[in-house]
């Protein structure tokens, strides 16, 4: 597992270094539906040819929990060598809710419903397709964070997301 992770950072720093040519957004605003561990809607807004600001209202639930969670991430776009690719990473933080369900234990007892906040510093490393002919975008991200409150864990693979933005 630690060399999978070595690897991925080191492909990561590779193309970080050896691409210094910055990507060109082409579109003030992107927004659009992510998909994966985690659901929800993003919005993307273009500070400058190769930076962004992303937010994302993420939803979670399965038959113990559920977690909301609002993200905002500061990002740099790169150029790709293949046509209408970019590579983009970035950081951020986000902030909601984990509440765990109401239930019952194997000895017949109650568990209340209980709530926590979530906290977490977030990271973001992706690759991005333009459609040529479409204001649409199609991406592939991981999303590691470092939850502090609820697990106090860092979430390297469980984030991994794909999105379709409409750009306008």
């Known amino acids: 597992m630690q ?18 040519a910055s990507a060109q957004l082409t579109s003030q605003h992107a927004i659009g ?18 930076r962004a600001i992303e937010g994302i209202l993420s939803v979670q639930s399965n038959s113990t929990s559920n977690r909301f969670r609002v993200v905002g991430l500061y990002e740099y776009h790169k150029e790709l060598p293949l046509n209408n690719f970019s590579w983009y990473y970035g950081f ?25 906040l979530l ?22 991200d991981v999303k590691p964070y470092f939850d502090f409150v609820q697990e106090s864990s860092i979430k390297l693979f469980d984030p991994i997301g794909f999105s379709i933005r409409y750009k306008f």
């Open 3 to 20: 060399k999978v992770i070595r690897n991925i950072f080191l492909l990561a720093a590779g193309i970080f270094l050896a691409n210094d």
């Open 92 to 116: 951020g933080g986000s902030i909601g809710n984990y509440t765990y369900k109401a239930y019952t234990n194997s000895n017949g007892e109650h568990i209340p419903k209980n709530s926590e």
């Open 33 to 50: 539906a992510r998909f994966g561990s985690a659901s929800g809607i993003n919005y993307r807004y273009t500070l400058s040819q190769d």
């Open 119 to 140: 906290l977490s510093i977030d990271g973001i490393v992706g690759i991005e397709y333009s459609l040529p002919t479409a204001p649409i975008s199609l991406s592939l």
